[in-house]
């Protein structure tokens, strides 16, 4: 293994799992009242359109990174709504 991808997978590992803390706060607290939604929709393309970017290149790093990034902010935002909804 080369340098080029011990730096693309360490990048993908951090980059990927960003979201983690806050999916974990999201449900220890059980409330999600300053996630903004916008921003996880933007996210979500973002990270839809490296999935996409990554099939292209045929990068198993990109696509493997940005599916688990995509689940994490899929549980954030699913979370977010069913707790801002329940905490009315």
Request: no cysteine.
């Amino acid at each position: 293994m080369n340098f080029e991808t011990i730096i693309g997978i360490a990048a993908s590992v951090f980059t990927s799992t960003a979201l983690l803390p806050q999916l974990i706060k999201i449900l220890r607290e059980k409330k999600a009242d300053d996630i903004s939604l916008v921003m996880l929709g933007v996210l979500f393309t973002g990270l839809s359109l490296w999935i996409w970017y990554g099939f292209i290149k045929q990068d198993l790093i990109i696509i493997i990174a940005n599916v688990l990034a995509v689940i994490i902010n899929l549980l954030s935002g699913v979370l977010t709504i069913y707790f801002k909804r329940k905490n009315k």
